[in-house]
């Protein structure tokens, strides 16, 4: 009895001291913003590290779409060049063989332009666009991800706040009892074993109430965590989650399956790959063309004797520059006969892919057809057990009233009249659980539905 005692005694104490902290962190943090499910959201998906590295990839994806276009631009570069020679050596002038000491000069500027290259750079650029756009969607994708983890933690800390709040409710009825019956001992109505299974039941409704208050502060750092918050500052959310509803019109499943199939990002992301896919074999096939290229240029020249030797005067550089300019044209045309096998190595390897992406495409619409029928029905089931929720506290909180009737006239004995609580808190704890549950798979519907998870 003194063992117990002392252990409840502790237990206060460290509840006393908690609410004390609680109190100063509360009035330290005042006037920080209290968060709802839609702020953590936009929070996280702001600051997470998975959106920014993916916005960069995003960026590069559209970096080479820009690339593949410039590849159908000419080429063209220039060049000079200075020479100087010592001994012997023809004469431009006279067209023989003097020993002297010259210098000349050349300069010139020339390009290419493709115009026909197996349809390579075409395919190319196609492939690039859908890369592109796949980037986009990938970063939507990824923001879309990022808004799920972060609302299954907010739920999981508003959870374990309403499970906090019970314990806690528990533990102040018990101490109420505890004191009644203390009092009744004394004045000798109460029974000394009745007190003794009051104390015992009270510390371990404080255990668990300790425990349920580590649950809610680990939840909240995996919120944290979620959201990228700093994890040495306060968080304030709103301790519920607003109610959402069904988006209209009304869908049957396979009319919500064939809609996600042609709008989901899953479903998109899947025929981007395969249309890219697509691409990269025509480009393997293109190795076996040949490739047509067109060049020109103009180039020029200067000449003269450093010795200063007689009939060595020579026109000056401009004027000699002037004079030189030369032009040309021409058509070019490669064509491949033997590469070592590379490229039949390469068509096969690009048929391969291409097989694998039209699995996986078909791998990918039938996993989200099925995680949209298991949504349905996990919907349906979780509404129906948060209405059978509501009725079955209804009928605890009567029955544990009539239980405590009969107990406070000696009809019932301090075990039932706690297996009855017991029986409420359960319920309690499972009607919010089941509401979290329909809440989550609202949303979860409506995103197949095409409603974004941040409004």
Known sequence: MKQIFRISLVLALFFLAQGSRADNNQATNSTSRVMTLDDCMSYAIANSNRTHQQATLTKNAALDFTGSWLKHLPSL?????????FGRGIDPATNSYVNTTTFSNGVGVGGSIPIFYG???LNQTRSAKVAKLKGEKQLERTKDEVAELTMAAYAEVVYSDELLGLCMQRVESYKIQERKMSRMVELGSGSEADLAQIRATLASEEYNAIAARNALELSVVKLKDCMNFPLEDSLKIE??????SLFEPEQSTDELVEFAAENNLKAVMGQQTFDINKFDLKIAKGSY????????????SYYTRLDGASGSNFDPWAVQLKNNIGEYAGVSMSIPIFSGLSTRLNVHKAKNNFEQAKRDLDQTLRELQSEIR??????????????????????QRIANDAARRK??????SIIELQTSDSQLFAAEIELRNAYLRYQLKVREVNYYKGVPYVN
């Open 289 to 300: 063309y040949p490739s047509v290229y067109a060049s020109g240029g103009i180039s020029s």
């Open 407 to 412: 107990y406070e006239q000696g009809l019932l």
């Open 119 to 121: 349809m390579r750079y």
């Open 77 to 85: 570069s220039g060049n000079i060049n200075a020479n100087s020679n």
């Open 239 to 244: 301790p519920k989650i607003g109610e959402a």
């Open 374 to 395: 298991r949504a349905v029905l996990e919907l349906e089931s979780s509404e129906k057990q948060w209405y059978q929720g509501v009725r079955n506290v209804e009928y």
